[in-house]
């Protein structure tokens, strides 16, 4: 497809439970990024991928989140033991990179998760 | 650590009128700056990027204005109408932090007819 894509676009789950949101990057997009956006409130950086370099985990509020990537493909975004304060839009970027950052970030339509 | 802020914070007017919404940051060593457009339940769509050693960027409509020694940018929507209604975001880029975008919490833009 032309756009970044993401999956599930909505899920429900129960706390406690584990999810696996996942980030379909354009192709060619080298650089990879998840934000989270709870209600009401601006972005949050969560964590970056750029090519084959480690990935800035800076963002990431806990260590019940991790995030992987394989290459420059898919990447998937999981939460452990989930908590009702990780209900959120979780959105997914991806640019170009390289050159300093000069390349506009294109957002996925994000996945809506709801704790209960 | 850089803070960005948007101000003001909803606009409701009527269609035709043009409008200014302001992106104010704090630390202005930046690479670039970016103003995005969200729709209810919607991902983000890019309108403009502004480049550090830019002063402007004009789509259409819209005109967006760096002044980065005073830590600001400046969205300018002319002759606005109903379908610009959404939330507006800019988002900086840092020299210190690299990629990843900074956020400001938006504007929600009502126009109606």
């Known amino acids: 497809g032309a756009g970044v894509s993401q999956s599930p676009s909505n899920k429900v789950t129960e706390k406690g439970k584990d999810v696996e949101l996942r980030c379909d990057p354009i192709s060619g997009h080298t650089a990879l990024y998840w934000y989270r956006q709870r209600l009401g409130q601006g972005l949050e950086f969560l964590i970056y991928?750029?090519?084959?370099?480690?990935?800035?985990k800076s963002g990431l509020p806990s260590d019940r989140f991790s995030a992987e990537r394989t290459g420059e493909s898919v990447s998937t975004l999981t939460i452990q033991r989930t908590q009702q304060e990780d209900s959120a839009v979780y959105l997914c970027?991806?640019?170009?990179?390289?050159?300093?950052?000069?390349?506009?970030?294109?957002f996925g339509p994000g996945t809506r998760l709801t704790v209960t | 650590k850089q803070e960005v802020t948007q101000i003001p914070a909803a606009l409701s007017v009527p269609e035709g009128e043009n409008l200014v919404l302001n992106c104010s940051f704090t630390?202005?060593?930046?690479?670039?700056l970016q103003w995005f457009r969200q729709d209810p339940g919607k991902g983000l769509t890019s309108l403009l990027l502004?480049?550090?050693?830019?002063r402007e960027q004009t789509s259409g409509r819209l005109n967006a204005s760096l002044d980065k020694s005073s830590g600001r940018s400046t969205l300018y929507i002319a002759a606005s109408q109903p379908g610009d209604s959404a939330t507006y975001l800019c988002a900086v880029r840092g020299t210190y932090n690299t990629d990843k975008l900074i956020f400001g919490t938006g504007t929600r833009l009502q126009v109606f007819p």
């Open positions: 970027a991806s640019t170009r990179g390289g050159e300093e950052g000069r390349y506009e970030q294109y």
């Open positions: 502004i480049q550090s050693s830019q």
């Open positions: 991928f750029q090519g084959n370099s480690a990935p800035d």
């Open positions: 630390d202005s060593a930046i690479y670039n």
